[in-house]
């Protein structure tokens, strides 16, 4: 059974991160974001927790659906929600992209291209608040 408050938590907590990442990313430039490790590793640690969170409510709708498991990564839990209808394929391949730099931020965090976090905090958060938008509308949908 699909659970609503563990997902509804997970969204929450997205939210929450990409909040503090907004406001990062309108008070620093991309000079003193790299010139600070501070709020470079904050950014990174706020980053991977909001794309671990999409994986996590990923994980569970697949799961609940009784649909194909990821084969390789799980990046392709999105590819999954798209087959479901609950995003669509360009989203799907986005957040796929997005997958992916959680899986450096996690695994090769020694070497992360701290540029690559900046323009991702500075533009590419829309697709992150697409997709919960997209899981709130799939809620409502199996009320």
Same mark, same amino acid.
């Given at each position: 059974?699909?659970?609503?408050?563990?997902?509804?938590?997970?969204? $929450?907590?997205?939210?929450?991160?990409?909040?503090? %990442?907004?406001?990062?990313?309108?008070?620093?430039?991309e000079?003193? &974001? %790299?010139?600070?490790?501070?709020?470079?590793d $904050?950014?990174?640690?706020? *980053?991977?927790?909001?794309?671990? $969170?999409?994986?996590?409510? $990923?994980?569970?709708?697949?799961? /609940?659906?009784?649909?194909?498991?990821?084969?390789?990564?799980?990046?392709?839990? &999105?590819?999954? *929600?798209?087959?479901?209808?609950?995003?669509?394929?360009?989203?799907? /391949?986005? %957040?796929?992209?997005?997958?992916?730099?959680?899986n450096?931020?996690?695994?090769?965090?020694?070497?992360?291209?701290?540029?690559?976090?900046?323009?991702?905090?500075?533009?590419?958060?829309?697709?992150?608040?697409?997709?919960?938008?997209?899981?709130?509308?799939?809620?409502?949908?199996?009320?």
């Amino acid at each position: 059974m699909l659970d609503h408050s563990r997902i509804r938590d997970r969204l $929450a907590a997205i939210r929450k991160r990409l909040q503090l %990442l907004k406001e990062t990313a309108a008070k620093t430039n991309e000079a003193s &974001f %790299l010139a600070s490790a501070d709020i470079a590793d $904050a950014a990174e640690y706020r *980053l991977q927790v909001a794309i671990q $969170a999409c994986l996590d409510i $990923a994980a569970h709708i697949v799961s /609940q659906a009784a649909m194909e498991k990821p084969k390789r990564e799980n990046k392709e839990l &999105f590819l999954i *929600l798209y087959k479901l209808g609950v995003i669509d394929k360009k989203l799907a /391949q986005k %957040l796929a992209k997005m997958a992916g730099m959680r899986n450096i931020l996690v695994h090769e965090y020694l070497s992360v291209a701290r540029e690559k976090v900046y323009q991702a905090i500075k533009y590419e958060l829309g697709d992150i608040i697409k997709y919960c938008q997209k899981i709130e509308e799939f809620l409502e949908s199996q009320k």
